[in-house]
């Protein structure tokens, strides 16, 4: 089974940098107003609801999944390219992100009339977080 040969450090890694990248992205002090204004929402209004810890919870959880999907891709492009390293895998990442990420969620981000400024500043996020996903897992293949 292909998912025992993955290198479960570099995708332990990914995932804590790609948290952190997205903890900052959206900190109070980056795209957090801007989005949150964005989404029609007012300063003084709680985000995530009422319980944070399931929110970052499945947040984390997802990253999680993120990581292993971005290995898994890495793992059979790689099968066929023998010089595979960091800068291939920053490419697989970004191609993931933008063919993947920001593709599928566009009309969800318009068809919910969050407006293009929301789709890129999430999507944003997500093709630098898959981004250094492929680099360093394609860094330490």
Do not use: Y
């Not at 479960?8 to 990248?21: N, P, R, T």
């Not at 970052?56 to 990253?63: D, Q």
């Not at 697989?92 to 933008?98: I, K, M, N, S, Y």
């Amino acid at each position: 089974m292909f998912l025992l040969e993955l290198n479960w450090f570099a995708i332990l890694v990914a995932w804590v940098v790609a948290f952190i990248a997205g903890s900052l992205w959206f900190g109070p002090k980056t795209f957090f107003p801007v989005w949150w204004k964005a989404m029609g929402r007012k300063p003084d209004e709680a985000a995530g609801g009422s319980n944070m810890g399931v929110v970052f919870g499945a947040t984390a959880f997802a990253g999680l999944v993120q990581a292993v999907a971005v290995a898994s891709v890495i793992h059979f492009v790689a099968l066929s390219e023998p010089g595979f390293g960091a800068l291939s895998g920053a490419l697989t990442g970004f191609l993931l992100g933008v063919g993947l990420a920001a593709a599928s969620s566009l009309s969800h981000r318009l068809f919910a009339g969050h407006g293009f400024t929301v789709w890129i500043i999430e999507v944003a996020s997500d093709v630098l977080n898959l981004t250094l996903m492929g680099l360093i897992i394609g860094w330490w293949r």
